[in-house]
């Protein structure tokens, strides 16, 4: 099953397996954390379920791995012709979270695990572009028939 949950502000197709990176929660690790649903679907996107805004009773349910902070991102301010620079830099909380269940009841674990993140680091972002380019193929322009050549008359 897929599910569309929300965490905080952000929203993410999530199913059971899944290791999230999301913004910072209070919950200590390992405690079990529930999150809303806004639409409940089988993996090919048949019988589906939407909710108005969410679904009731229906959960997501996860478990706290760890928390952390991101790679530090750079901030550089400057006007031009005034000798005003000001360069300052931030690293964003994180809670890393792993779903456990969708709906209500747990489900056993699928064997790979995919990683995903709500990261908008430049460095995730480098990330994700790579694994989508590894996973699209170009496709081959179709071949040219040969055309029998003119005999000229002398």
């Known amino acids: ?20 990176r999301i913004d910072s929660l209070s919950a200590e690790v390992g405690s079990t954390v529930e999150f809303p649903v806004l639409l409940l679907s089988e993996p090919d996107g048949t019988a589906f379920q939407l909710g108005a805004p969410t679904l009731a009773g ?11 902070k991101a790679d530090k991102i750079r901030v550089f301010k400057m006007k031009r012709r005034k000798r005003y620079r000001r360069t300052y830099g931030h690293r964003q ?15 056993a674990k699928k064997s790979t695990t995919k990683k995903t993140t709500t990261d908008k680091s430049p460095k995730a972002d480098k990330a994700n572009k790579a694994e989508k380019a590894v996973k699209s193929t170009p496709k081959k322009a179709p071949a040219k028939k040969a055309t029998p050549k003119a005999e000229t008359a002398e």
């Open 1 to 20: 099953m897929l599910a569309v949950a929300q965490f905080g502000g952000h929203q993410a197709i999530v199913e059971v397996g899944d290791i999230l």
């Open 58 to 68: 229906v959960s997501v349910m996860a478990k706290v791995l760890d928390h952390g």
């Open 93 to 107: 909380q994180y809670t890393e979270i792993e779903i456990t269940s969708l709906g209500g009841a747990p489900t």
